[in-house]
């Protein structure tokens, strides 16, 4: 497996597995990514800000996410304290190929993050989902990242949702 930036003729293929994880959230009963987010447009401009990254298996698209390290506002509305003080990256739009779910790569995905957030100066690592997602809250406490508390979504079409967070110190 490889992890890259992501170009634009691989957007066909995050679109696919963007579509297989809102059709398994609902099946699931999670209102998470059921608003028309995240879309081709979050995609490609994710793809052309250089924040979207893939992982490749045998040279297909076979998950991927969003890198930022912008500070985030929905993450100032924490119902408890963050585990620090300093610059975090964050995580977001993760998913993987339903066809290579239980393989790892979700957490070679989080590896990749922290690495980068390591090298790019950040002090954690921070990332949220829906409080009835049970197969990403294992993924991220398995890789690592601690439990901080619910937050608020403060823009995009799920405004106004509440979501748990958690953090990952590195070094």
Same mark, same amino acid.
């Given at each position: 497996?490889? %992890?890259i930036a992501a170009r634009p003729e691989q957007?066909?293929?995050?679109m696919a597995i963007t579509d297989q994880a809102k059709a398994n959230m609902a099946a699931m009963g999670i209102d998470q990514w059921q608003a028309g987010y995240p879309n081709r447009a979050v995609w490609e401009a994710d793809v052309a800000a250089g924040a979207?990254?893939?992982?490749?298996d045998e040279g297909h698209v076979?998950?991927?996410f969003c890198?930022?390290?912008e500070p985030e506002a929905a993450?100032?509305?924490l119902d408890g304290p963050w585990l620090t003080e300093g610059p975090y990256a964050t995580i977001h739009r993760c998913a993987v190929d339903a066809d290579l779910r239980g393989r790892g %790569? %979700?957490?070679e995905l989080f590896a990749f993050a922290c690495d980068k957030a390591a090298a790019d100066g950040m002090v954690s690592v921070r990332i949220d989902t829906h409080a009835d997602n049970a197969p990403m809250r294992r993924a991220v406490e398995k890789g690592g990242f601690t439990f901080c508390g619910g937050i608020t979504l403060t823009e995009g079409p799920e405004a106004g949702a509440p979501r748990i967070a958690f953090e990952k110190v590195l070094g």
């Open positions: 497996m490889e %992890i957007v066909d293929a995050m979207a990254y893939v992982v490749l076979a998950g991927m890198y930022g390290t993450y100032d509305t %790569i %979700i957490g």
